[in-house]
Structure formats: structure tokens, C-alpha cells
């Protein structure tokens, strides 16, 4: 996403990282009980996932996560009024930058003349997961975290198996 925000900072637009809390903490990343922890897990997090967007936390009980929809992975695009252009439940970079270079073709359209009426749609997308980093990411958080996401695994698959 980084190299997405990058390419198109000349285009107008503007890219944040916003830290909302671990999803999965354990014993090494614990869940946050103070902002100061809160703002030091951001800085670990940034210099290891090298993110050099501007990074912005949220508040230590996550008011704007909640706002947002409480995804652990979220992207909107908003213009510059506020108009929500994009939001996905789950990052996915290729997606975001369809959706980027879609909004960065609205003056072109409008150029073009004719009236712009604004659509909503809805889909599924897809996207690799690199099941080693998340694993990787889990083990960072310490055993607990492991432990607490094979437990999850393992109820998931059971509760399909009722339906």
C-alpha cells in the first residue's frame, strides 16, 4: 500500500495508516493498556512492516475502529467532501488501486460532459493470504496468540459443520 500512497501523491491523493490495536495479542504484543503502550506497539509495527505512510492511532478504546466498522484490515477512499468512494472489509492492493485510478479518472469524465451520477455496488474479491507471514505475525504476538487463533480455527470449522 505503500508504493500504491507513493504513485499517486501527485495524483491528489493522501494515504494514512491507521493503527487501531493487535489483532491478536499475546504474551510479546499484549492487548494495549495505556496509549504510551498503544503508541510504542505502533512504532514496533511500523518499523517492522517498514510502513512509511503516515501512520495515525486511534484512541487506546478504539472509537474510530468501532466507527469505521471494527475490521481489522479496512480501506476507504474518501473525497475530498467526505463522500465515502471506497471501502473494502479487507485490504487488497490491487483492488484499491482499480478503485484509485477509477476515482482519478472522474475530471476526465466530466470533461467529456454529460452528467456523473454517482453508483453503489457491492462484490466479492479475493486475494492471496501469505498464511506464513500471518503465522509469522501470530508468533511475534507470542504462544497465546497462536494458541487463541488455533482455538478460533478450530471452533469456526465446527460451528460450519452444524449449519
Known sequence: MDE????????????FFLYVREAHPGELLPHHTSFAQKLAHARTFRDEQHVRRP?????LDGPLHR??????????????????AYKAAWTATAD?????????????????????A??????????VVDQAAFMRGLERNGPKAV?????????????????
Not at 55 to 59: E, K, N, Q, R
Not at 96 to 116: D, K, M, S, T, Y
Open 4 to 15: 500504491l500512497a507513493e504513485e499517486n501523491g501527485a495524483r491528489g491523493f493522501q494515504s
Open 55 to 59: 501512520i495515525l492511532v486511534d484512541g
Open 67 to 84: 466507527l469505521l466498522g471494527a475490521m481489522p484490515n479496512m480501506t476507504w477512499i474518501l473525497l475530498r467532501g467526505g463522500t465515502i
Open 96 to 116: 484499491v488501486r482499480r478503485a484509485v485510478n477509477e476515482i482519478a479518472g472522474i475530471p476526465e469524465l466530466r470533461r467529456q460532459g454529460g452528467r456523473l
Open 118 to 127: 454517482p453508483i453503489w455496488t457491492e462484490r466479492l474479491g479475493y486475494r
Open 147 to 163: 494458541a487463541e487463533f488455533a482455538d478460533f480455527m478450530r471452533q469456526t470449522r465446527l460451528d460450519q459443520l452444524d449449519e
